[in-house]
């Protein structure tokens, strides 16, 4: 048996980047499901935080898995089980893209504090400047661009 240490930053957004899920109850649900779905699926979430328009999650891969698979997993299955449990009032939808980045060991426990504490995060800094900044800084493209 193969011994990886790979961690990756994985962030995905609401569908326009919506707030679809304003509500901290649905949000608890939904990170609770996601949890148990990863676990049942040995994906391996390390810690994970749902704000009211997008994702962060830092994984874990173990030999077998690919971060395309495991985020269509997790994706689309957690939009499925939003919709059928109507949770929300309206359709929920991700977004179809999504951003994931290498984390060293080194920096494991800073990633996790970071999304651990994303609602302090969020009063200092807006989802929209957060996008900008992570753009910027791994030197992505937009869609739009």
């Known amino acids: 048996m193969p011994f990886l ?3 990756i930053h994985i962030v995905w957004t609401t569908k326009n ?4 899920l ?24 390390n ?4 704000q009211k328009d997008h ?11 690919n971060i395309s698979k495991i ?3 997790l994706k689309g299955e957690s939009s499925r089980w939003l919709n059928s449990e ?3 009032a309206h359709k929920f939808e ?3 893209e999504y951003y994931a980045v290498s984390v060293s060991l080194s920096h494991k426990e800073r990633v996790m504090e970071y999304i651990k504490n994303q609602d302090e995060h969020h009063r200092k800094k807006t989802f929209s400047e957060e996008y900008e900044n992570f753009i910027r800084k791994y030197g992505f493209k937009k869609l739009d661009d």
């Open 47 to 50: 810690q994970l935080a749902i």
């Open 94 to 96: 991700w977004q179809k």
């Open 86 to 88: 109507q949770l929300l």
């Open 5 to 7: 240490s790979i961690y």
């Open 22 to 45: 304003p509500d901290k109850i649905s949000r608890e649900k939904l990170k609770h499901h996601i949890l148990t779905n990863a676990k049942s699926k040995s994906i391996f979430i």
């Open 55 to 65: 994702c962060h999650c830092l994984l874990s891969l173990s030999h077998d898995q």
């Open 17 to 20: 980047f919506t707030p679809l």
């Open 71 to 73: 985020v269509q997993l």
